[in-house]
């Protein structure tokens, strides 16, 4: 089983499967040939970025990242002004201080090599690294960067032999495969969604251990909207968009629309879009579950939940809440949009976030479901085209939409009179399928939709 904290994860801006994973990436690549006593003495690195890392990598930050992972900055300490000029500093002096090992030449034009002509057949987002002692190469490996911020080498990916599954380690005091299985055990020992996954979390750590990193959790998100409402400017990136959520915000406090019934959308569309800008602008932010849809979440916990007072024991029912329902679509899909298209980032944090508020209002189990299932059945087929591979053009309204619609599908689940005909693991199989048909256009390679509509300045 997944941990709520696999789901949540720290890190920088802009997306989490093109800037966090390849910065775990070039950590993991030292750490295992430092451990194959092979660091000491090279002369050279080069990294290559294939597929959706080559082809939306410059604007998702992914060589930055790189250099990062190698320099040894980790994604949830990582002060985001620090890491820009590190960066800078290498990109000028050419010269890279190699983590744990020495400092060498390294010039980024030359020595990251981005090649979206090579569309990887295990995972779109592949990355190779290698070292070379003078000419030879004495150390390379591939990997995979599979969304959320979570990555595998190839080997980890391969689909595990029968046998093999048998003598997989159990994590959890409740195994569960799907949303089926999960609101079985809940029936059987008269649990909600919530206590099973704190029951699981209860593996890692002590209860109060739990409490605190989710309270981490959530001030990292709620720092995140401060830092948007606040910031004002252009976005990185050359696409001149303007951050809109600090002039909202001022507008919203001076309540010209005090009345109007619709300032419910204005609250969550500025909660969204502040996580958002700061997220394209390499701020710090919570994976929720990816970099891409890291507002939606937030939004709607700060609307319901820390308004005017931090409710806590809400707050944690609404994350772990969340998270287990991300964990269904991590291990029976994917959350990378590389491989689903924006419905496996916007569409699962839509369905989290629903399932979340659902539990906060008293939801039963079926409900808290049938929140999920409406959250994700109205993202079905939501393409990914981000304009000038920047996680700005359609990523920031986006989540704001996605935030209004994640609250509509748990209004229509606690109200449903009736049981509901599609379940959560029809609608997590749907996405999956979908995301397969799905043309490689629409899965974060910039080469369809807006991306290619949307004339860049
Ligand atoms: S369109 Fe969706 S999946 Fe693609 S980069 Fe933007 S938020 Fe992520």
Redesign the pocket.
């Given at each position: 089983m997944l941990s709520v904290f696999d789901v949540f994860k720290v890190g920088i801006g802009p997306?989490s499967s093109h800037t966090i994973g390849p910065m775990r990436i070039g950590a993991r690549f030292l750490s295992e040939a430092a451990d194959a006593g092979v660091l000491g003495g090279v002369s050279r690195v080069k990294v290559d970025l294939h597929g959706s890392l080559a082809l939306t990598g410059i604007g998702h930050g992914s060589d930055k990242a790189a250099i990062l992972g190698l320099m040894g900055f980790e994604p949830d300490s990582v002060d985001p002004d620090e890491a820009d000029a590190a960066v800078a500093r290498v990109r000028n002096e050419k010269r890279l201080q190699l983590t744990g090992g020495p400092e060498l030449d390294f010039d980024p034009a030359r020595d990251i090599d981005l090649r979206g002509d090579i569309i990887p057949e295990i995972h779109p987002n592949e990355m190779r690294l290698f070292l070379f002692a003078g000419d030879d190469c004495v150390f390379d490996q591939t990997y995979y960067s599979v969304g959320g911020g979570f990555i595998a080498s190839a080997v980890q990916l391969a689909k595990p032999a029968e046998n093999d599954m048998i003598n997989l380690p159990q994590r959890g005091k409740y195994q569960f495969g799907s949303a089926a299985e999960l609101i079985s055990i809940c029936r059987e020992n008269d649990l909600q969604i919530y206590d099973v996954i704190l029951a699981n979390e209860d593996e890692f750590r002590s209860r109060e251990q739990t409490r605190e990193k989710l309270y981490n959790v959530w001030a990292a998100m709620r720092d995140c909207i401060d830092r948007g409402l606040r910031t004002e400017g252009v976005l990185p990136g050359g696409l001149q968009v303007a951050r809109r959520a600090p002039a909202l915000f001022k507008k919203l406090l001076n309540a010209p629309m005090a009345n109007e019934r619709e300032q419910l959308f204005d609250w969550l569309n500025v909660y969204a879009m502040a996580v958002n800008e700061e997220n394209a602008a390499g701020g710090r932010v919570v994976t929720a579950p990816?970099n891409?849809?890291a507002g939606i979440i937030p939004a709607v916990l700060k609307h319901y939940c820390a308004l005017e007072e931090e409710n806590l024991p809400q707050i944690r029912k609404f994350l772990v809440t969340a998270a287990g329902i991300g964990m269904l679509y991590k291990q029976r899909a994917s959350i990378s949009?590389a491989e689903m298209?924006?419905q496996g980032?916007?569409g699962v944090a839509c369905s989290m976030a629903a399932a979340g508020l659902a539990a906060v209002w008293g939801g039963t189990n079926d409900q808290i479901e049938h929140a999920a299932e409406i959250g994700m059945e109205h993202n079905l087929g939501l393409t990914?085209?981000?304009v000038g591979g920047l996680?700005q053009i359609?990523?920031i309204e986006?989540n704001a939409i996605g935030a209004v619609k994640a609250v509509n599908a748990a209004r229509l689940a606690v109200n449903a009179s009736h049981p509901h005909k599609v379940s959560l693991d029809q609608v997590i199989e749907t996405m999956r399928q979908t995301g397969l048909d799905m043309s490689r256009k629409y899965k974060?390679t910039s080469e369809g939709g807006l991306a290619v509509n949307v004339i860049e300045c």
């Open positions: 997306s990816t891409g849809a949009g298209g924006c980032e916007v990914c085209d981000p996680v359609p990523c986006r974060e």
